[in-house]
């Protein structure tokens, strides 16, 4: 597929079914774009989309299918969006870094990979009540072992959450909201080499998982 430069195009790129519950556009809405005038679509439409398959039917599809809805916060970004995201200091990394990342249709080396930010809509009643992000965070750990990383944030607990073709790639969990159980304002709740990485976390979703 050609980069859309029509609005019949873009509908045609829109239209692409990812996996049986997500299409291509809800995945492009931007903030920096719409604000900035700046189009956000992909220079490379085919990677885009192989990218955002395996990040939706290996990531996103089985979170949803056992835990429900999820809203899409920030997904796809150009390399044009992101450099301006970096630019003017909207949270966005430098193009190089976001690489198979926000920005799919650029490979990261010789992979790819895709990220989005998105919301578990049945754990914000939990995580309002309880503030504990880390019930959501160990459960898609246990459960769905193709995330690459995820990154959460304090507001409904929304995350980043990665999908990569490396296998090798760091698989980590990382936090800008307070761990409650710890304390801690920010940090990594788990990584390859920490000693909690390994073995059921069960205790830490229980609660969550039967209140669903």
């Known amino acids: 597929m050609k980069k859309p430069e029509t609005v019949k195009g873009l509908e045609e790129l829109g239209r692409v079914q990812l996996s049986k519950s997500f299409f ?4 492009l809405y931007s903030e920096i774009s719409q604000i900035e005038g700046i189009p956000n679509i992909p220079d490379d439409p085919d990677l885009a989309i192989e990218a955002g398959k395996n990040l939706c039917e290996r990531v996103l599809e089985p979170i949803q299918d056992a835990l429900g809805r ?8 150009s390399c044009a969006i992101n450099q301006r995201g ?6 966005c990394a430098k193009n190089e870094d976001n690489y198979a990342g926000h920005i799919w249709d650029r490979r990261d080396g010789e992979y790819m990979g895709a990220t989005a930010c998105v919301i578990v809509t049945s754990f914000i ?13 160990w459960w898609i750990h246990d459960h769905v072992k ?10 409904y607990a929304a995350f980043n959450i990665t999908w990569h073709e490396n ?10 909201a307070e761990n409650p159980h710890t304390g801690k304002s920010s940090g990594y709740l788990t990584k390859k080499n920490m000693d909690n990485f390994s073995g ?13």
Do not use: V
């Open 70 to 77: 999820i809203s899409i916060r920030s997904a796809y970004r």
């Open 200 to 212: 059921s976390h069960q205790q830490f979703y229980q609660e969550f998982i039967q209140q669903l």
């Open 167 to 176: 296998p090798d790639y760091p698989k980590y969990i990382y936090s800008y």
């Open 86 to 91: 970096n630019e003017k200091g909207f949270s």
């Open 125 to 137: 009643p939990y995580y309002d009540r309880t503030q504990d992000w880390t019930a959501l965070a």
């Open 146 to 155: 193709a995330y690459a990383n995820m990154t959460f944030f304090p507001k």
């Open 24 to 27: 291509m556009r809800e995945f």
